[in-house]
């Protein structure tokens, strides 16, 4: 459900490109790992992602589940709460690594949020939390890296302008962009996975920031 509205809404709203490097595939029980920069890039990346095939289990924000009729669907669909700050934090690891074993296909945001910034620009990926790194130390899965860009030209900022954004879009339609990389398997200790996927993510999202023009700040 999540993908086909996504594949609805996000054309209304902006220009969206999809590319891949060589090599690049979605084998079974795979993690996908992506960059959060906006409230609009998981609706960017599933359409993205439904181009090419693919309906991953979605790592989200445990308060959408209390959305009437909304909440149910995600539940009914297999999609993972994830509970920040909560002793049920760790749930979502589990529930994560079970939809691996079925053999299913898992999106994670590995930064955990999105960035506190006002300007509606492109910056490298913030560093990541420790989650991604220890469901592949107890899975093995490898990972998929996704880059996106231009979903901050649909959303950013303080809650005024991120409406405003949201409602001049489909007169803009922004350019939207989102490049896969092929799969990596991280090694090492929790550090050396966690930075080896951050640079996988963060190689993709450069890319697809490349392919819009968009300009880039500089990493912090």
Same mark, same amino acid.
């Given at each position: 459900?999540?993908?086909?509205?996504?594949?609805?809404?996000?054309?209304?709203?902006?220009?969206?490109?999809?590319?891949?490097?060589?090599?690049?595939?979605?084998?079974?029980?795979?993690?996908?790992?992506?960059?959060?920069? =906006?409230? &609009?890039?998981?609706?960017?990346?599933?359409?993205?992602?439904?181009?090419? +095939?693919?309906?991953?289990?979605?790592?989200?924000?445990?308060?959408?589940?209390?959305?009437?009729?909304?909440?149910?669907?995600?539940?009914?669909?297999?999609?993972?709460?994830? !509970?920040?700050?909560?002793?049920?934090?760790?749930?979502?690891?589990?529930?994560?690594?079970?939809?691996?074993?079925?053999?299913?296909?898992?999106?994670?945001? +590995?930064?955990?949020?999105?960035?506190?910034? +006002?300007?509606?620009?492109?910056?490298?990926?913030?560093?990541?939390?420790?989650?991604?790194?220890?469901?592949?130390? !107890?899975?093995?899965?490898?990972?998929?890296?996704?880059?996106?860009?231009?979903?901050?030209?649909?959303? =950013?900022?303080?809650?005024?302008?991120?409406?405003?954004?949201?409602?001049?879009?489909?007169?803009?339609?922004?350019?939207? !962009?989102?490049?896969?990389?092929?799969?990596?398997?991280?090694?090492?200790?929790?550090?050396?996975?966690?930075?080896?996927?951050?640079?996988?993510?963060?190689?993709?999202?450069?890319?697809?920031?490349?392919?819009? +023009?968009?300009?880039?700040?500089? &990493?912090?």
């Amino acid at each position: 459900m999540l993908s086909r509205i996504a594949d609805v809404l996000v054309p209304a709203v902006g220009r969206l490109t999809v590319t891949t490097d060589a090599g690049a595939e979605f084998a079974p029980g795979s993690v996908i790992a992506a960059n959060h920069t =906006s409230l &609009a890039d998981p609706a960017v990346v599933l359409a993205a992602l439904r181009r090419l +095939g693919v309906e991953p289990v979605v790592l989200a924000t445990a308060g959408l589940w209390r959305i009437p009729l909304f909440g149910r669907a995600l539940a009914r669909e297999g999609h993972i709460p994830v !509970h920040r700050g909560d002793r049920r934090a760790a749930d979502s690891l589990t529930g994560a690594a079970e939809a691996l074993a079925q053999g299913r296909l898992v999106l994670i945001y +590995g930064e955990g949020g999105i960035p506190q910034r +006002g300007d509606a620009g492109e910056a490298a990926p913030e560093p990541f939390r420790s989650g991604l790194s220890r469901l592949v130390q !107890h899975t093995g899965a490898p990972v998929v890296p996704l880059g996106q860009a231009g979903a901050r030209r649909i959303t =950013s900022g303080s809650r005024p302008k991120q409406l405003a954004g949201l409602m001049t879009a489909p007169l803009r339609r922004p350019g939207l !962009h989102v490049h896969i990389g092929a799969p990596v398997v991280l090694t090492g200790d929790g550090a050396q996975r966690t930075a080896h996927a951050h640079a996988a993510v963060t190689a993709a999202w450069r890319t697809a920031a490349d392919r819009l +023009g968009e300009p880039v700040a500089l &990493a912090a």
